[in-house]
């Protein structure tokens, strides 16, 4: 777009003293989002925050001054294409994600007549959506285990990451694990319901390869409550800022302030990522011949079409196996890492 033809696109801002009482027909883009989020984005686990930030930053500071219903599909387009221009192909998908969230709640509201985002597909300016299935090889668990040792992770980062591999469980669920949900004694992870995925309390039984790195954290327990805490103790890690820390250590160029360990952990199949762990536990279990019910009770999942029973959710003792037989592999897996890594744990 010229600079000329987007100076006049978003040459003007809202005003604050607006926002107060509008009239139906003159809601703005601003006082419409504020709507929706004291209605329902405030519900959402992070509070709302990310869509806000989102928000803020690339479609109210262009759209915000302007009348709901006045809002066409050409103007949602131009601020994808500006987010595109700018270098962010994948955030201007997330924007119109956002934006038609916003467009379908105003138009259950009555406040707008149809939605300019119909017919608006993600995949035209994010590009293509890839289906993201890597799950690391036993070599490279092995190799992992190795280079975690000298990536300069914090220790209970690198507990983080042995978990995620030893559990299945998601990166928001181990970045939000507590003290006061293991119960050492029977060996379990509850992750209560407002802290699942899910949305329903899960109870992951902890083999004893999974407890070894746990023991390890809870001798240097930098919070009473969170097990993974962010830098000041009292709140939980941030999964960001966890991703973040293993992404640094990949991606071969040093950025200011970051670890300079830039390729400590690139393995030799590639870049990978948090999510791709909970993959490598899934990959591992069924090699090892955990049935597919089982596997789903394990990792919290409910396929269509299976019953609670067969969901395998009636069957601790299967789930407790299973993760046996994990945790069994990850430390012989494990060991051969260190021992050609020369490195300890």
């Not at 601020?79 to 998908?93: C, D, F, K, T």
Request: aromatic residues 6%; glycine residues 8%.
């Amino acid at each position: 777009m010229p600079a000329t033809q987007w100076r006049a696109f978003t040459g003007h801002r809202a005003d604050p003293a607006a926002l107060a009482h509008p009239r139906e027909d003159e809601l703005t883009i601003h006082q419409a989002f504020e709507r929706w989020f004291s209605q329902y984005l405030h519900l959402r686990k992070d509070g709302g925050e990310s869509v806000r930030r989102s928000m803020m930053k690339d479609v109210l500071p262009h759209l915000g001054h302007r009348s709901l219903i006045s809002i066409q599909r050409e103007d949602l387009t131009a601020v994808l294409n500006y987010v595109i221009e700018r270098g962010s192909p994948r955030q201007a998908g997330c924007v119109l994600a956002d934006m038609r969230q916003l467009l379908r709640w105003a138009l259950r509201e009555g406040l707008i007549d149809n939605d300019p985002s119909a017919g608006l597909h993600k995949n035209a300016f994010s590009g293509d959506a890839t289906v993201r299935s890597r799950a690391l090889s036993v070599e490279e668990v092995a190799e992992l285990a190795g280079k975690v040792v000298n990536s300069g992770l914090a220790d209970h980062i690198r507990t983080a990451v042995w978990l995620m591999l030893a559990t299945g469980a998601r990166i928001g669920e181990v970045a939000t694990a507590r003290w006061q949900d293991i119960d050492p004694h029977h060996r379990t992870w509850t992750i209560p319901a407002h802290l699942s995925h899910s949305g329903r309390v899960h109870v992951i039984p902890l083999s004893k390869f999974a407890m070894t790195h746990l023991a390890s954290a809870d001798g240097q327990r930098r919070s009473p409550v969170w097990i993974f805490p962010s830098r000041n103790d009292s709140e939980p890690l941030c999964p960001k800022a966890l991703g973040k820390q293993i992404r640094d250590r990949q991606r071969g160029v040093r950025i200011r302030g970051r670890s300079a360990a830039t390729t400590m952990l690139l393995l030799s199949g590639g870049a990978w990522t948090p999510l791709d762990l909970r993959r490598t536990a899934i990959s591992l279990m069924t090699q090892l011949g955990v049935g597919s019910a089982t596997l789903s009770a394990c990792l919290d999942q409910s396929p269509r079409g299976l019953t609670e029973l067969e969901t395998g959710s009636n069957n601790p003792e299967a789930c407790r196996s299973a993760f046996d037989k994990l945790g069994e592999f990850l430390e012989h897996i494990a060991r051969s890492g260190l021992t050609h890594g020369q490195g300890k744990a």
